[in-house]
């Protein structure tokens, strides 16, 4: 990683979407409303930032904890109305202030994605396995779950049952995540795949690293532990998706694509007979044609 600076732009371009980095939220799309893209794109900037400290680079442990707690302390600033334009990464967070004190968003949910980054870190550098899905659902809670608090918040929505959807939808978007990225996050010592699922099927985390040669009744077993997670991922979305007919607008149509894109990725996974971990699936063109329309007819 490269050494601080004083300005971020010096040293690392503000990332932006791509293919690299499949989001669990839109980033200030044209169905947005034109007024809240800045602060939509602040706080994708933001997340971005903060799991690229955690994740890219051959920065080592201490190095990305050092960073993440630095950046913690400039939110920190942020929150109190007091960033420093000298400071390393001013321009992530000058934009960010001002949808801090016009929206005034919770602190609490940009110091949890924090939190999660860390963990993140904290898990690789010990090889950490989770237990359970209780235990990736709480994990979830911190690095996906705010992201959609958050948007709410801006569109002025808070009751109980309509973040309890948008946890759904977020929780089910990570899980969607981690099962398309297997071969990705098991070379980056990221492990998603539940201990005891795996330990249900009879498998091993090692089956799935690159240059396994697993035989055909264990993959069979792979694939089997691939649907069931996945299935688990559909039910959680289809549960949180009545909340895109309720967001009103613009913004509820762009729930409604976010949820399609989720579910047809989920589409993709079982077309390859639910063997991610050997290609990752990507949305194309031509399933755009497919979201839109399952939007337009979503009960």
């Not at 080592?60 to 904890?65: A, D, I």
């Not at 202030?97 to 980054?117: M, R, Y």
């Not at 699922?197 to 396994?212: E, I, M, P, Y």
Request: hydrophobic share 40%; glycine share 6%; charged share 20%.
């Amino acid at each position: 990683m490269p050494p601080p600076s004083s300005n971020p732009e010096a040293h690392r371009p503000i990332p932006s979407a791509s293919v690299d980095h499949y989001e669990n939220f839109p980033v200030a799309s044209w169905l947005c409303p034109a007024a809240l893209r800045p602060a939509v794109r602040a706080l994708y900037h933001f997340a971005r930032t903060a799991d690229d400290l955690a994740d890219e680079g051959e920065a080592s442990t201490e190095q990305r904890l050092h960073d993440l707690a630095a950046y913690r302390t400039e939110l920190e600033a942020a929150l109190a109305g007091e960033v420093n334009p000298a400071h390393r990464w001013s321009g992530i967070f000058q934009p960010l202030q001002q949808p801090i004190e016009q929206h005034q968003l919770p602190g609490s949910l940009l110091h949890d994605l924090i939190s999660a980054f860390e963990q993140d870190v904290h898990h690789t550098a010990s090889g950490h396995r989770y237990a359970d899905s209780v235990e990736l659902l709480d994990y979830c809670a911190w690095s996906a779950n705010p992201v959609g608090r958050l948007l709410l918040h801006l569109y002025g929505v808070h009751d109980s049952a309509s973040l309890a959807q948008s946890d759904q939808i977020c929780s089910a978007l990570q899980l969607i995540n981690f099962w398309q990225d297997i071969r990705v996050d098991h070379a980056r010592s990221r492990h998603y795949l539940p201990k005891d699922v795996l330990g249900r099927h009879g498998l091993r985390l090692s089956d799935f690293a690159a240059g396994a040669t697993p035989d055909a009744a264990t993959q069979v077993r792979m694939a089997k532990t691939v649907a069931e997670l996945c299935h688990q991922a559909r039910a959680l979305m289809l549960a949180g998706a009545p909340l895109a007919r309720r967001v009103p607008g613009r913004a509820g149509w762009e729930l409604r694509l976010v949820v399609q894109g989720g579910l047809r990725i989920l589409d993709k996974i079982a077309a390859q007979g639910h063997r991610s971990w050997l290609a990752r699936p990507q949305l194309r063109w031509p399933d755009l044609l497919v979201m839109g329309w399952r939007a337009l007819w979503m009960h």
